[in-house]
């Protein structure tokens, strides 16, 4: 991604009035400039770095398909423009046509974030519904992850905001306070899933979102507990299974 400082250059056209990109609160400054590309408006470089760094560690990887297409950032009157692809609205906001379809995504989530904490040792820390695009796309995909299989279809799974990444668990936030008091599960996977299930139940063999927000987590944590789940790969690996063979269980309460 080119870094580009506008001192020398016009870059006027970044005061235009740009409209927010739907569904995002204003503190995610996600702009849309035309039908292709979307801005992410930040004051600090800190982000620019992060997606610099995300980028190298992912391209040798087949999980780079989770990471948005950036093309470059301005730097202007003490503010940066990031430039990425527009991709289709937030996972948070699809009504689903069927259960499968919704489980394919959070599963991508879910093995994003296995690779993310537990190879490369990282923390998105924000990894709630709203930075969770989708792309539609006309052929399946197959990625792996260990011994995890998972065919891709219909929607690929987009990831954006990468301001909290760090080497240090640092979430916020009605979710991150309930898993940073607990000692043994503090990752992305487990805030991931929390928001899904603030958000989303099944019912009726349906995929419902919720009018109201639902912070009762105490199945999951039971289910957590049940299988004695440790901060660790492959208890998490075994977490992830679970999931997969009892999905509809899991989100219905």
Known sequence: MNVI???????SFLKKKFKLFENQGTGGFILIHNEKLL????NKINEINNIIKIINLFKNYQYRIFITSYYKAYIYENEYYIFMKR?????????????????NLIQQALIFTLFLNFDLNLYHNDLHLKNCLFKKIN????????YLKLTIKNKLL??????????????HGIIGRKI??????????IYFLLSCLTYFRISKNKVIIQKTKNFNYNNIFQIIKNLNIQNNLDDFIELYKYIDLNFNKVFSF
Do not use: G, M, P, V
Request: glycine content about 0%; proline content about 0%; aromatic content about 12%.
């Open 5 to 11: 400082d506008c001192k020398d250059i016009d870059c």
């Open 39 to 42: 801005i992410k408006k930040i």
């Open 87 to 103: 991709y289709d609205n937030s996972i948070r906001f699809i009504e689903y046509d069927n259960i499968s379809e919704f489980k």
């Open 139 to 146: 052929h399946s995909i197959s990625i792996k992850f260990r």
């Open 158 to 171: 987009k990831i954006i905001d990468f301001n909290t990444l760090s080497d240090k668990i640092n979430q």
């Open 180 to 189: 940073l008091k607990n000692k043994k599960i503090k990752n992305d996977f």
